[in-house]
């Protein structure tokens, strides 16, 4: 897949190898013009040194271009590859469903999304042209020397090819730890995040020493991985570099005796010599470049483990369409759901109702019943069976995952809020316009809230809105589902941290829905038996089960859970539902 990012740029890496060839090519070329101009020298034949000095600056101008034009037409991609890379995966996060995280860590995921995307810019960039550029200096560079001297060239072979052979051993213990260290970096990331985003938790059980100490853990692993591959780079890479200048010993050992004896002459040494010390950067950069290839090549493999998750999208490539604009009939027959992680242990069981279009029910229960699971199970966070639960008779499984959810407004029981203006959290996806944010703050009762805060609408609520009360939170995000104007409301249990003079007004705002022209279908999940006082229905869960159905008086009449729960909260003074 990663061949595909690099594909739409075969143009730009043509034309910079064959400014890095041209690059080696002058290269190789002016120790030629340098030992010409010695045995011009040496032969008395000084006129012939000016040509060959005005060759040499212009070969130097000349390499300064086309090697900046190479680095230009390598590193520019890398850039690019990069932000579609991070696009890419950011888009594909967004598409994937709560499942894929649970078993992943936040931390993990946020290294990977930035710093191994870097790492994928340096692999393509630098360690490409590094790579192409050794490929083509290193032949070049013998194959000028094997012209001036066999034996010279295959001694000096000797300590290169040790040099090599002791690298490429050193490789094959760096990828593992190159791998392990970015996978320590992403659990102190995962750390680090959890600590910032638990910080009162932290500092209210006083836990910062405990905490400090994981991260030292963490940290310390991260740090004795990191001193390992420093230990193998600082001894094993640079024996490429100390490889060249052995070399350029064996050229003197040799190649000395050699122009004595008249074998060679001292313009051909010199040549040699000037080669060789070509030779040394290459070599040099050999250790950096193929580091640069194996933490390239491990997050590479980090990131499309992630590019490569499938997304749970059972509708196919041919979803069903249902019409838009009224709240739909939707139907449970038989449902029962487990989560992925626990397939044996059914959170609903055998859950079959009927919910007309634009009915406003109520979905009542104790703690554990499943109330939260059907929301998810609503808004499609997790699929449900096929066949179990139907809208406008059709599998809700069948339609379009996107085209569905655009048709929902899910208000959680825990909202989150974005640091950012409360006008920008309700408006959410779209672009605030004031008139129908003002509509949809007064409806979710912000009113009175918004008055007393500084900049009204314009408020910065702060990280995960810490600047606003609990009901406040509550109700931004009852104003965000509001503002919608959805075919489904999903309200899970939001009138929790609400008032009672609020919370009539709220119900009261619900209960108008189903007076509009496309009303939708309304779910009200709630523990507070005041939020059903309009529901045309209400379900009552108990242990993943439907236990009864019916209206508030029929409910509250008859013995069970909802009963029970009536007499316990108007005995502690809830208001009555009929009340």
Known sequence: MFRVYAWQHRGSFAAGAVCLALTNYLTVSIPTQIGSAIDGLAAGSAGVVPGHAVNIALMGVAIIVVRTLSRVLFFNPGRDMEYALRGDLFARLLSQQPGFYAGRRTGDI????SNDISWTRALVGFGTLQAINIAMAVPLTFWKMFGISMTLTLAALVPISLGIVIAQISIRRVFPLMRRNQEELGEISNHVLESFQGIASIQGFVAEDAFETRFQVKNEAWFATGMRLAVIRTLAFPILGF??????????????????????????????????????????????????????????????????????RPEGDSPVSTPVGRGPEIVLNALTFAYPDA?????????????????????????????????RLLSRLYNPPAGSMMVDGVDICAQDLHTWRRRLAVVPQRPFLFSDTIAANIALADEPAHEAVAQAAALAALDADLSALPDGLETVVGERGIMLSGGQRQRVALARGLHRQADVVVLDDVLSAVDHDNEARLVATL??????????????????????????????????????????????AREGVYRETWLVQQDDGVEAVAG
Do not use: C
């Open 243 to 312: 490889s060249g200048g052995f070399a350029l010993f064996i050229l003197i050992r040799i190649g000395g005796p050699m122009a004595v004896s008249g074998a060679l002459s001292v313009g051909d040494i010199a040549a040699f010599a000037t080669l060789l010390a070509a030779l040394l950067p290459p070599l040099r950069s050999m250790g950096f470049m193929l580091s640069v290839w194996q933490r390239g090549r491990a997050a590479l493999e980090r990131i499309f483990e992630l590019m490569d998750s499938p997304i749970d």
């Open 511 to 556: 209960a108008g829905l189903s007076d509009t022209d496309r009303a939708p279908t309304t779910f009200i999940v709630s523990n507070r038996l005041s939020a059903f006082r309009y529901a045309s229905m209400i379900a009552v869960l108990d242990g993943g089960r439907l236990v009864d159905v019916g209206t508030h008086e029929e409910l509250a």
């Open 110 to 113: 946020v290294s990977r999304a």
């Open 343 to 375: 397939p044996d242990d059914p959170i609903l069981h055998d859950i079959s109702l009927t919910i007309p279009s634009g009915e406003t029910v109520g979905i009542f229960g104790r703690t554990g019943s499943g109330k939260s699971t059907l929301v």
